[in-house]
């Protein structure tokens, strides 16, 4: 089952907020682990999944269907801040936009890669949306092309990973920047060891400056209420 699949912190956080969303979307879905566990959780929701390589968005379309999750629309696209195509580099879930990402450099096939806010109308008015970004290095990328999800009027939580390192050749060059973005859009932003300190730019850079992961992980949730 997902749940026995993905690390406890992060069911955890699905859980807690089960009841404070409408609508999940699931960027870097792989085969819908994540979905899949708040379906187990909640019947109601309404899902968008994207999932960029084809035979793990075959498995995801299938997962969708064996667990009858209703209400859904998934696409087979990367996402980013333009529409274009490009490489992605190495397999499975760990495959990234960014050559060199956790030292791959080979590249299977040429994806379809689209900017976030043209699916911007699939969602509604009022509905609270949570976000799960696993895209391997793109995250910031992905939320400069969703400034229409980030001003959403609604209740909104962005789940996401954000290294300083991990992954990267030399140091990650957006790691202040999704902050500082997430920040301009009246976000909150907390690692989630410790979901009750909200965390600042100040000490955001500080533990940039440091050029040491100051976290046992490098998953962090952004709510804008």
């Known amino acids: 089952q997902s749940k026995d699949i993905i690390p406890k912190i992060e069911t955890d956080i699905i859980k807690k907020n089960i009841q404070n969303f409408d609508l999940f979307i699931d960027i870097g879905a792989f085969v819908g682990f994540f979905s899949i566990y708040t379906n187990h959780l909640s019947k109601t929701k309404r899902y968008i999944a994207f999932e960029p390589q084809k035979d793990s968005f075959e498995l995801l379309s299938k997962n969708f269907k064996l667990n009858k999750i209703n209400n859904y629309k998934l696409f087979n696209k990367a996402l980013s801040n333009k529409k274009v195509e490009s490489k992605l580099y190495g397999f499975g879930q760990g495959a990234s936009l960014i050559k060199n990402w956790g030292g ?12 976030f806010d043209n699916f911007y109308h699939l969602t509604e008015k009022n509905e609270k949306i949570f ?6 290095g793109e995250e910031y990328n992905i939320l400069l092309g969703g ?17 300083i390192k ?6 990650n060059p957006y ?6 973005l997430l920040n ?5 932003i907390y690692h989630t060891e410790n979901l009750q300190k909200k965390l600042d730019i100040k000490s955001l850079q500080n533990l940039y400056e440091k050029n040491e992961e100051p976290f046992n ?3 962090y949730l952004a709510i804008k209420n």
Request: overall charge negative; charged content about 35%; proline content about 0%.
């Open 147 to 163: 400034k229409n999800f980030l001003n959403h009027k609604s209740r909104i939580f962005i789940y996401f990973e954000n290294g």
């Open 184 to 188: 301009d859009y009246s976000f909150e």
């Open 175 to 180: 790691y202040l920047k999704i902050f500082e």
């Open 104 to 115: 791959i450099s080979n590249y299977d096939k040429i994806v379809k890669v689209d900017m």
């Open 217 to 219: 992980d490098i998953n």
């Open 166 to 171: 991990k992954n990267f050749i030399d140091k």
């Open 131 to 136: 976000i799960k970004m696993d895209a391997e």
